[in-house]
């Protein structure tokens, strides 16, 4: 755990919820009922309007009509539940008191359809963080530092019939990617670990490190698709992607027609969408 002091993260002496203490340990927590129906609807019917009133930002390609991002800039709703208390008092134990978000796609997933996404598969969202060769243990007195952390806050009901995001505990602990060749493997473990699944009702936020092993679950019969706000936060020292680097820079316009190589553009800030920014 740790604390923003003046321009410095130091090792927190407070208490913190059991939620943070559980995201650290294990590299996922489930909140329940962090939403009232009545806000759960209100919500889900604000955001069913976005879908309805805007097109595809086309970030995605095919099936983009899944998404809608940067949510808090277009939705009064969505910008209302990213920065719910109950949230922000699990994760600021773990990313500092200035965190921010990095990331704000919301998910609409249709029935029957559980593989139109690279999410189908085990992936992490960033890093690892701090890579390591196999079987390099991390020490146990030593808290594994976070650096990011997904949120879904669901605005229906996702029993393990909709195929949820699963995660395999502890396995952001391992400085490792998951395996390629077993991208699609349900049986995978990690240390011996099994495959968890996050299922939820309305209301309820699950989260999860960024460097934890995930994916969604296949679907099963009695599938009613997922509907659930995505919010990525992250601590202050990693850049936003909400927009694509492409339109948000620091890059005046004399030093973009200098730039020559691919390279350059990186090195300036000009970086090729990746999993935050679609």
Known sequence: MLRRVGGYLLPRKDSAPDA?????RDGYAVLRAVLNAAE??????????IYADRPPD??????????????????????????????LDVIEPLLGEDCHIIANTCWRNRAGAE???GGGGWHIDAGPH??????????EEIPYPVFAIGVHIFLQDCPIECGPTAVIPRSHKSGQPPPLDRRMDESLTCDGVCALPLTAAAGDVALFVSDVWHRRLPTRDGDAGRFFLQVH???????????????????????MGRVASARERRLLGLHPPGFYDG
């Open 20 to 24: 943070s203490a559980q995201l650290e």
């Open 130 to 139: 701090i890579p390591r060769a196999p079987g390099t243990t991390w020490p």
């Open 233 to 255: 936060y992250a601590r202050r020292d990693i850049a936003q992607r909400v927009k694509r680097t492409s339109l948000v820079n620091h890059i005046d316009p004399d030093a």
């Open 115 to 117: 593989h139109r996404h």
């Open 58 to 87: 086309k970030r995605a390609g095919v099936h983009d009509d899944d998404f809608r991002y940067e949510m808090f800039n277009k939705c009064p709703a969505a910008q209302s539940l990213v920065g719910r208390r109950e949230i």
């Open 40 to 49: 759960t609807e209100a919500a889900r019917d604000e955001i069913a309007g």
